[in-house]
């Protein structure tokens, strides 16, 4: 079973994540598939920067999210995104939809 999870890096007192798909066998730093994001909780909003196709392909598969990346996703929306993906929407106009709502979010940020 394939599962889309955190993968820590950063040195001490100071985390930072990869969002990578890995086997559930794998250690929690070990092999990996593929990384298909970031996720930084030190700045402050947090960090988060995520390839969604990629998401949408590896789900579509069968990679089931980690509890703290499937809250991840529904932070950002990218849950909702991915349950319109699989009633038909156009994946252009879910991707164009999230960079719009990345780009609010760093506007917010910097404001």
Excluded: C
């Excluded at 394939?2 to 950063?10: D, F, K, M, Q, S």
């Excluded at 994540?17 to 990384?35: K, M, Q, T």
């Excluded at 949408?56 to 703290?68: F, T």
């Excluded at 809250?71 to 994946?91: H, N, P």
């Amino acid at each position: 079973m394939v599962r889309i999870r955190l993968r820590r890096t950063g040195q001490k007192h100071q985390p930072s994540y990869r969002i990578v798909v890995a086997d559930v066998e794998s250690p929690r730093d070990g092999r990996f598939l593929e990384i298909i994001g970031s996720y930084i909780p030190t700045t402050e909003p947090f960090t988060f920067k995520v390839q969604e196709d990629r998401v949408y392909e590896w789900m579509s598969k069968g990679a089931q999210p980690s509890d703290s990346v499937t809250k991840l996703f529904q932070i950002t929306g990218v849950l909702d995104r991915y349950e319109r993906f699989k009633k038909g929407e156009a994946l252009e106009t879910l991707l164009e939809e999230a960079k719009s709502a990345s780009e609010e979010r760093t506007a917010k940020i910097n404001a």
